[in-house]
């Protein structure tokens, strides 16, 4: 037979469980979240930067956030010659505590491109 000692004992236990186990779950949760945002900003960037090096090969505007890295192309059709272009964005996860610490200000990527397209 179980007394009511016994049944008490347990409860404490698995109030102790929750108290060990909660603050990991959650740190796993919110990195996870973190993690997907800040590669999300990054594949952004690199697309980024892959429309601006597609347009300064072919002579056009570039988009914005992004700037030529040396000389542009002196003619657009020289498939000898490449530009280089640089794009910036800035990671705006800083509303969670501790992570201004561990992230970048802002995430560049570079992508260079055969003048011409």
């Known amino acids: 037979l179980h007394t ?3 049944e008490r004992d ?3 236990v698995v109030a102790i469980e929750l108290v060990i186990a909660l603050p990991i779950l959650l740190t796993l949760i919110i990195g996870t979240v ?5 590669l999300s900003i990054k594949t952004q960037t690199t697309g980024i930067a892959r429309d601006g090096a597609r347009s300064a090969a072919l002579g056009k505007p570039l988009p914005a956030d992004t700037v030529i890295v040396g000389a542009p192309c002196a003619s657009p059709s020289d498939p000898t010659q490449f530009v280089t272009v640089e794009a910036t ?7 969670i505590p501790f992570l201004p610490t561990l992230l970048p200000d802002t995430i560049t990527e570079t992508v260079t491109m055969r003048c011409g397209g």
């Not at 973190?34 to 800040?38: A, I, S, T």
């Not at 964005?89 to 509303?95: A, E, I, P, Q, Y």
């Open 34 to 38: 973190v993690l997907g945002n800040l």
């Open 89 to 95: 964005k800035t990671v705006n996860l800083r509303s």
């Open 4 to 6: 009511h000692r016994d």
């Open 10 to 12: 347990d409860r404490g």
